[in-house]
């Protein structure tokens, strides 16, 4: 059975960051270092869980759930992701975006439930 692509979150209230992003083409590391970014995410204190997509035609979009504004700007701060952010500046992206919200109800249908 395969691992769900959807994250496993408390009840709201919590904090999602939304990236979506336009990728160059060619790989140029991209992948190692996505795996890497999220393997340490996933360390960070205050982190919920991600979920990301990416089409054929290079646009994705990858949600970061997190308790609280001040654990999004420690990830934004951590020295590794900040290399990332940068390397991602210089050759991984066309265009990107960041947005910040704030959930404050959620809800979900599973055809098996």
Same mark, same amino acid.
């Given at each position: 059975?395969? %691992? @769900?692509?959807? +994250?496993? $979150? ?5 904090? @999602?960051?939304?990236?979506? @992003? *336009?990728? &160059? ?14 393997? $340490?995410?996933?360390?960070?204190? =205050?982190?919920?869980? +991600?979920?990301?997509?990416? =089409?054929?035609? =290079?646009? =994705?979009? &990858? ?7 001040? +654990? ?9 992701? *900040?290399?990332? %952010?940068? &390397?991602?500046? *210089?050759?991984?992206? +066309? ?12 809800? @979900? ?5």
């Amino acid at each position: 059975m395969s %691992q @769900s692509p959807f +994250a496993k $979150l408390p009840a709201p209230p919590y904090y @999602s960051v939304i990236f979506p @992003s *336009q990728r &160059t083409e060619g790989d140029q590391g991209y992948d190692q270092m996505s795996d890497r970014m999220v393997e $340490l995410a996933s360390a960070q204190p =205050g982190f919920l869980g +991600a979920e990301s997509v990416r =089409g054929g035609d =290079g646009f =994705g979009i &990858t949600v970061s759930y997190w308790e609280s504004l001040a +654990a999004i700007a420690a990830w934004k701060a951590h020295a590794d992701h *900040q290399i990332a %952010q940068e &390397t991602g500046r *210089q050759q991984w992206y +066309a265009q990107y975006e960041v947005r910040i919200a704030r959930v404050e109800r959620a809800y @979900s249908f599973d055809v098996n439930d």
